[in-house]
């Protein structure tokens, strides 16, 4: 399968705990892009790279949040001290070079915080 | 900042219905605008991509209009199925320089045999 794969699917975990997401983006896509979603809405953009470089974070992204793409080609998205609110679809897509619209998007992580 | 907004929120119709799902966005200044279908619990499919230079996209039964001038486009899903029973999303890509989507809500659509 040569699509988008995030790891885990689904993830619970109990309030102030730390949790971390995997993307696996197109091999050849240099451009990856962090989604949230929550229930009944669309997805909201967190964060993107290019390459190892993070370029640009939303404020949703508050400090608690960080994501890394250390040699270009995975990424993981981390939470530290989770809270109720963090629940929610957590989307990678990638993209290839010289088309940043033409977004191929993971299964994505469910995320319930208890 | 781009805002994107999807009537109706949900929709339910008999099999072999035509239909018309809406999109508006405040930002005219858009780059591309996307339709993505959404199943429960899953990731997004993109349907059909409009460019800016574009007026519609049609891929099977599925038609998609731009007006930018208004700020709206529509999904025109013809014949449908219960198969497409999903979430449809409207994405209106706005000037940013790196690709980051401004998604509606989407409009949840049952269809019923």
């Known amino acids: 399968d040569t699509g988008v794969s995030q790891d885990p699917r689904h993830k619970i975990t109990k309030r102030g705990q730390n949790v971390t997401f995997r993307c696996d983006p197109i091999?050849?896509?240099?451009?990856l892009y962090w989604y949230r979603q929550t229930l009944g809405q669309g997805p909201e953009f967190l964060t993107y790279?290019?390459?190892?470089?993070?370029?640009?974070k939303s404020r949703l992204l508050s400090d608690r949040f960080s994501a890394e793409r250390p040699k270009g080609s995975f990424s993981t998205l981390e939470i530290q001290r989770t809270e109720q609110g963090d629940s929610a679809m957590y989307l990678c897509?990638?993209?290839?070079?010289?088309?940043?619209?033409?977004?191929?998007f993971g299964p994505g992580t469910r995320l319930t915080v208890t | 900042k781009q805002e994107v907004t999807q009537i109706p929120a949900a929709l339910s119709v008999p099999e072999g219905e035509n239909l018309v799902l809406n999109c508006s966005f405040t930002?005219?200044?858009?780059?591309?605008l996307q339709w993505f279908r959404q199943d429960p619990g899953k990731g997004l499919t993109s349907l059909l991509l409009?460019?800016?230079?574009?007026r519609e996209q049609t891929s099977g039964r599925l038609n998609a209009s731009l007006d930018k001038s208004s700020g709206r486009s529509t999904l025109y899903i013809a014949a449908s199925q219960p198969g497409d029973s999903a979430t449809y999303l409207c994405?209106?890509?706005?000037?940013?320089?790196?690709?980051?989507?401004?998604f509606g809500q989407g409009t949840i659509l049952t269809v019923h045999p």
């Open positions: 091999s050849e896509h240099n451009r």
């Open positions: 930002d005219s200044a858009i780059y591309n």
């Open positions: 790279f290019q390459n190892e470089a993070q370029l640009e």
């Open positions: 994405e209106g890509g706005g000037g940013t320089s790196y690709g980051k989507l401004t």
């Open positions: 897509a990638s993209s290839p070079s010289g088309s940043r619209y033409e977004q191929y």
């Open positions: 409009i460019q800016s230079s574009q």
